[in-house]
Structure formats: structure tokens, C-alpha cells
């Protein structure tokens, strides 16, 4: 697909465009898309103006949640795929790295494509979640503690997703087992040595159950692994909960 921008006055020759195609049978398609988000943003950087950017990205953020309904209703994922890849470009123009890291659930194959920079979480909200599994008794791991006396401490009413994700995994070692994935060096083996997040696939509160590291873990995921230790009713217990703590890896994730 190509999204192409023109302007009001010249309706011929673009201000710019945004190409995007996938080749789905090629190798490691899914870890590749970051990079070329990355390559795109900095040409878009070049060659056309701050003030451009950012007066298309507020046009495209009032369409998207029209489109994506329509698009979510017929199925049509290829699509959004790419509707969320020209999206993730135009934002990632207005950091002056032009940086971006993939969702992990985009690499697990539960998500469409987001840069990791432009999601937020909600800070209170974090703190709110955090304070109600303290209550219930469970003790927090060193990740979780210094994420939630971070959380108290800032003056910002966000976090961004890689800052959060960061508490439990750094950025280098996130990109680090993308690079290790794409060069055939990576194992299904769960090298927390390695990668130093201390989860596995397998892990409660890892968004899934698969083999090698844990590429999301969340509370709402640990939440609900929690109460599929005694689960009732028996349905609420799919094939990526982990009945015993850490559980068999129930599959690979395929990484295309």
C-alpha cells in the first residue's frame, strides 16, 4: 500500500509518500518492520517539515479509529497492518532519533504493529493495579518494586511503554534477543543470564505460554495465570495459562 500526501493547493505533485509492503514468507518478516519504520521516519525527517508532520498525524489520529472499526469488523488484518505501520512512521518522525522498538505482542502475533514509543500507560493506574495485588498478598519482585517506588516518585501523569517495559527488561536486551533471532543465535532456552530479564515464556504473568524468554509480562496476564492455579470456572483457563508455576511451554512462537 501507499499512503501519499498532497497538498491543498497542488494536487498533483505529493508532499510525500509512505510505502509498505510485506513479503510474507520472507524470513524474520515480524522482527524486520521496526527497522524499516525507523529507515522511513528519518527519510520523512529529511525531506519534509516538522509543521507537516504533525498536522498530518492529527488528521490520520481522527480517521484511524473510523477506519480500524470498519477494517476490525470485516477482518481484514493485512490492512491494519498497514493503516498502524504508515501511523507508527508519521509519529516516530517527531523524535528526533526517529527511534522505535515493536510491541512485543506484535511478535507474538497478538497485535498489529506499534513502536513501542507511542504507547502510554497510565501512571495512577499502574500504581492503583500494583497497590490492589499488594493487598491480596503477593509479594513484588525486584522488578516491580523498583518500578512502583519509580511510579511514586515521578511528577510525569504517563509512562511510556519502553520506559515501563525497560523495569523488566532493558531496551538493549530486548533488541539484543530481536538481533540474536534474526542472526540464528537465539534458542528457545529461556538464557535469563543472557538477557537478564529473570521470565520465561513459561513464567505466570507471561503474556502466553512459550518456549525461550518472556517477551511481555503484565499484571493483568499475572492476574489471570493466578487464578488458574485453582480454576473455576474450568473455561476461563485457556491453552496459555500456566496451571503450575513455571509450566511446560505449551508451544514455540513462530518467528516467521
Not at 29 to 58: H, M, Y
Not at 121 to 127: G, P
Given at each position: 500500500s501507499t499512503?501519499?500526501?498532497?497538498?491543498?493547493?497542488?494536487?498533483?505533485?505529493?508532499?510525500?509518500?509512505?510505502?509498505?509492503?510485506?513479503?510474507?514468507?520472507?524470513?524474520?518478516?515480524?522482527?524486520?518492520?521496526?527497522?524499516?519504520?525507523?529507515?522511513?521516519?528519518?527519510?520523512?525527517?529529511?525531506?519534509?517539515?516538522?509543521?507537516?508532520?504533525?498536522?498530518?498525524?492529527?488528521?490520520?489520529?481522527?480517521?484511524?479509529?473510523?477506519?480500524?472499526?470498519?477494517?476490525?469488523?470485516?477482518?481484514?488484518?493485512?490492512?491494519?497492518?498497514?493503516?498502524?505501520?504508515?501511523?507508527?512512521?508519521?509519529?516516530?518522525?517527531?523524535?528526533?532519533?526517529?527511534?522505535?522498538?515493536?510491541?512485543?505482542?506484535?511478535?507474538?502475533?497478538?497485535?498489529?504493529?506499534?513502536?513501542?514509543?507511542?504507547?502510554?500507560?497510565?501512571?495512577?493506574?499502574?500504581?492503583?493495579?500494583?497497590?490492589?495485588?499488594?493487598?491480596?498478598?503477593?509479594?513484588?519482585?525486584?522488578?516491580?518494586?523498583?518500578?512502583?517506588?519509580?511510579?511514586?516518585s515521578t511528577q510525569e501523569t504517563t509512562i511510556r511503554y519502553d520506559d515501563y517495559n525497560s523495569f523488566y527488561i532493558s531496551k538493549v536486551d530486548f533488541q539484543g534477543m530481536i538481533t540474536d533471532i534474526r542472526n540464528q543465535t537465539y534458542a528457545d532456552d529461556c538464557n535469563r543470564e543472557k538477557y537478564r530479564n529473570g521470565k520465561c515464556g513459561s513464567d505466570i504473568g507471561c503474556c502466553g505460554n512459550y518456549a525461550g524468554c518472556c517477551w511481555f509480562w503484565d499484571w493483568d496476564c499475572f492476574v489471570h495465570d493466578m487464578k488458574c492455579l485453582d480454576c473455576k470456572p474450568w473455561w476461563y483457563c485457556l491453552p496459555g495459562c500456566k496451571p503450575e508455576k513455571p509450566s511446560n511451554p505449551s508451544s514455540s512462537i513462530d518467528y516467521k
Open positions: 499512503f501519499t500526501v498532497y497538498s491543498s493547493s497542488d494536487s498533483v505533485n505529493s508532499l510525500f509518500e509512505i510505502d509498505y509492503f510485506i513479503d510474507f514468507e520472507e524470513e524474520h518478516w515480524v522482527l524486520k518492520q521496526a527497522d524499516s519504520v525507523s529507515q522511513k521516519a528519518t527519510d520523512l525527517q529529511i525531506n519534509t517539515t516538522s509543521q507537516v508532520i504533525s498536522e498530518i498525524i492529527t488528521m490520520f489520529e481522527e480517521g484511524i479509529n473510523y477506519t480500524y472499526g470498519d477494517i476490525a469488523d470485516s477482518k481484514k488484518y493485512n490492512v491494519a497492518i498497514s493503516i498502524f505501520y504508515t501511523r507508527s512512521v508519521l509519529l516516530a518522525a517527531q523524535r528526533e532519533d526517529c527511534a522505535c522498538l515493536p510491541v512485543p505482542l506484535f511478535i507474538t502475533s497478538k497485535s498489529v504493529f506499534h513502536c513501542q514509543e507511542d504507547i502510554f500507560y497510565e501512571v495512577d493506574n499502574l500504581i492503583a493495579t500494583i497497590d490492589t495485588i499488594v493487598a491480596q498478598g503477593t509479594p513484588l519482585d525486584s522488578a516491580t518494586t523498583n518500578l512502583y517506588a519509580f511510579l511514586e
